[in-house]
């Protein structure tokens, strides 16, 4: 989980990441971003958004770290999780930091 959160804000953004971050990974993979409010992607269980305490914001002079490469396989995916969302940048976030998770290690997808 530890590369999903270090590459959160490079994925998705600095607005998003001020309003949405990584929680944990469930047993079945869903990743728990937690978000100022809730909303679920309608037929896509495996990326919900559930109410719940966000970070302090980053300092302006931190150095964003880059997020892990995707192979082709885990962009397709990711970008599939994230068809259903109707508006085009958030769906296009999403899909990057869903794939940035999925190129992280799966022994570093828990907290």
Same mark, same amino acid.
Request: charged content about 25%; proline content about 12%.
């Given at each position: ?5 270090? %590459?959160?804000? $490079?994925?998705? *953004?600095?607005? /998003? ?14 990743? /728990? =971003?937690?978000?100022?409010?809730? *909303?679920?992607?309608? *037929? ?5 958004? =559930?109410? *719940? ?9 931190? $150095? =964003?770290?880059?997020?892990? %490469? ?14 259903? /969302? ?16 999925? %190129? ?8």
């Amino acid at each position: 989980m530890s590369e999903t959160t270090a %590459a959160w804000s $490079a994925a998705v *953004g600095p607005d /998003i990441a001020r309003n949405a971050w990584p929680a944990r990974f469930q047993r079945d993979g869903t990743l /728990i =971003v937690h978000t100022q409010d809730s *909303g679920r992607l309608p *037929g896509r269980p495996q990326l919900k958004f =559930v109410p *719940g305490p966000l970070p302090e914001p980053a300092a302006p002079d931190e $150095a =964003v770290p880059e997020p892990p %490469a995707a192979t082709l396989a885990e962009e397709r995916q990711a970008a599939e999780w994230a068809s259903s /969302i109707e508006d085009e940048e958030l769906r296009e976030a999403v899909a990057r930091a869903a794939a940035a998770s999925l %190129a992280a290690r799966p022994d570093d997808r828990r907290f």
